[in-house]
């Protein structure tokens, strides 16, 4: 642990994935005394704002998204903030790129090199340069961040200011690993988990935040169990957030805590125990609303 608070910086593609993928690990280090910001490229609406996609698809050539474009990014922002908000931090910025202007650019580094110019963080956070092969949101900001962190390094044309961020994560590094055939290149793989199960209430209530997205209720809780719970399950917790360092890490020392030597000689019974522990009781829904879906489909819309 650093002999000061840190300032981290993540930067993500879309308004819900600083918590999909990094939301306990983030609540850890606010409790810690660190300060957090993030920074969303884009505010998703055109892909990810799902109700006003569906006004689209109903409504068709008669529904102008434009015309409904600003108060559908303040909704976006307004998820997003209160999520942070649950979360324990304030810090959010927009980078305010389209979600349909997909290519890296230099505009999109510059904007990310002046973001870490003016946070100065000294940890930052993004998605892998490589995500579905390269090919998506993630990926692109991804490697906009990379080139930007080298940007920010230097002196740059017109900037004062220079900053070197010293260690660099990537969040969910195999979450779309099998997704297409790019994916199998080989670059993503996990060499850190963080034990988020003491703050996996937080993390539900801050994504139950991005209504637009019908994360909040049962999905969130699904959500948690079947991707943190399935990360767990990897590390013999019940909740982890998976990274990978861009860097190597260097120590002094070979890295090892208590929980590892403790892990040497538990009962079997603790560490399964230790893994069963389910979401559906530590963060219950709302009275009256059920895990059963009314929109499950019948066996017999399967017929071929
Ligand atoms: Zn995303």
């Known amino acids: 642990m650093a002999s000061r608070p840190i300032q981290i910086l993540l930067i993500a593609a879309h308004p819900a994935d600083s918590f999909d993928a990094a939301g306990g690990t983030l609540a850890h280090h606010v409790a810690q005394g660190d ?7 884009t505010t998703g609406v055109r892909s990810h704002h799902w109700a006003l996609l569906e006004q689209k698809r109903v409504s068709g050539a008669d529904f102008d998204v434009e015309a409904r474009l600003k108060q559908a990014v303040e909704e976006k922002l307004t998820e997003v903030r209160n999520a942070c908000r649950i979360l324990g931090f304030e810090d959010v910025r ?6 349909d202007d997909i290519l890296v650019t230099q505009d999109k580094i510059e904007a990310i090199a002046d973001v870490i110019r003016e946070v100065k963080p000294d940890v930052l956070i993004t998605h892998h340069p490589y995500e579905s092969g390269g090919f998506k949101m993630h990926g692109t900001i991804g490697q906009c961040t990379l080139y930007a962190w080298q940007v920010a390094s230097g002196v740059g044309r017109g900037r004062q200011v220079r900053h070197h961020v010293p260690v660099i994560f990537f969040m969910n590094p195999q979450a779309y690993i099998g997704n297409n055939s790019l994916e199998y290149a080989g670059t993503g793989r996990a060499d850190l ?4 199960t003491d ?23 699904k959500r948690a169990e079947s991707e943190d719970g399935h990360l767990g399950n990897h590390a013999s917790v019940a909740y982890a957030e998976q990274f990978q360092r861009f860097l190597p890490m260097v120590r002094y020392t070979l890295p090892i805590t208590d929980a590892d030597l403790e892990r040497g000689t538990e009962a079997p019974e603790a560490m399964m125990g230790r893994r069963a522990e389910m979401v559906g009781g530590l963060a219950p829904l709302p009275p009256g609303v059920g895990f059963t879906s009314q929109y499950r489909i019948p ?4 017929k071929d």
């Open 35 to 41: 300060r957090v910001a993030i920074a969303i490229a």
């Open 94 to 99: 927009d980078l305010g790129f389209d979600d």
């Open 193 to 196: 988990y963080i034990d988020i």
């Open 199 to 221: 703050v996996i209430t937080q993390k539900v209530q801050a994504l139950d935040s991005i209504a637009s997205q019908y994360y909040a209720g049962p999905y969130s809780r």
């Open 299 to 302: 066996q017999d819309k399967y």
